[in-house]
């Protein structure tokens, strides 16, 4: 019964992995912007909510509060920081530095708000109930699988059926092509983030209900994000939400075979097994020298 109950608890960390994953993955490989600060976005979603919940506003103005927050952290850091760095043929190295010290200032910003302690939002929802002798799942569990499964289900249908989806998976192949069908690649870049923002909101609201918050959570979204989109394939946006749910899955597998502490070091395993073995990754396309 450990063993099943590790395995819900993995799907259910699998699929705020892929979510946050998928959002950073859809971002590189469409714009090729190594955009570090997306664990921000992540963050700021997160204290939102939790600022609004704990205001006495209720979950519906929450959840919008931390929705219109990471949309427009994500607009305001691709037209205040991206452009002007690319606009100045700033290279990739100088943008993943300016996203960098975004990130770092969000993360001391938040601190200097909402202190550097750990905060959590009390729900009902949050509260495990027995579901089969010894199998304890919360509610919010269910809320996390379904989430992913409705944002990128969405996601799939956007990309494929649509003519933004369309030019949006062109961007990074041949932004000129964009520009012939009469639409701008910047504009395309913006809804780029847009997206990408909004799917980390349903992850940043659950987590702040399930094992909590601190200023430096950001970063290990960030670690996490970069990890699945090298295992599933660097730009492929499935390979990294099979990635996500694979390594939630492992991390929480791990603790039938090791001390807690030490689950955060079979997801980084995994990434090395990748890089060494199949550095293309799940879906990713291998590249000939």
Avoid: K
């Avoid at 960390?13 to 892929?18: F, I, S």
């Avoid at 204290?47 to 519906?60: E, L």
Wanted: some cysteine; aromatic content about 12%; hydrophobic content about 60%.
């Amino acid at each position: 019964m450990l063993a099943l109950q590790l395995a819900v608890t993995g799907l259910q960390t699998g699929a705020l992995y892929a979510l946050t994953a998928v959002g950073f993955s859809l971002i590189f490989g469409s714009t090729r912007i190594f955009h570090f600060a997306h664990g921000a976005t992540f963050a700021i979603a997160a204290y939102f909510f939790y600022f609004v919940f704990q205001a006495g506003f209720g979950t519906v103005p929450a959840i919008l509060g931390a929705s219109a927050g990471a949309i427009a952290f994500g607009l305001l850091i691709y037209w205040l920081v991206y452009v002007p760095v690319q606009r100045h043929e700033g290279s990739f190295f100088t943008v993943f530095v300016a996203s960098f010290g975004v990130g770092i200032a969000v993360q001391n910003l938040l601190g200097m708000v909402f202190g550097r302690g750990f905060v959590t939002v009390n729900t009902s929802l949050s509260r495990s109930s027995e579901i089969l002798p010894g199998l304890y799942v919360a509610p919010l569990a269910w809320v996390a699988i379904a989430c992913a499964i409705v944002f990128l289900g969405a996601l799939h249908l956007f990309l494929r059926h649509t003519h933004t989806g369309m030019a949006l998976r062109a961007l990074s192949d041949n932004p000129e092509l964009v520009r012939i069908f009469g639409l701008s690649p910047q504009r395309i870049s913006a809804i780029v983030f847009v997206i990408g923002s909004v799917l980390v909101v349903p992850a940043a609201i659950i987590t702040s209900a399930t094992t909590g918050l601190n200023p430096a959570i950001g970063h290990h979204v960030m670690l996490i994000s970069l990890a699945a989109s090298i295992v599933g394939g660097i730009g492929s946006v499935y390979g990294t939400l099979l990635a996500g749910l694979i390594l939630g899955l492992a991390e929480s597998m791990a603790l039938l075979f090791v001390a807690s502490q030490w689950t955060e070091a079979v997801t980084f395993a995994i990434l090395f097994a990748f890089i060494l073995i199949r550095p293309s990754g799940l879906l990713g396309r291998a590249t000939a020298h």
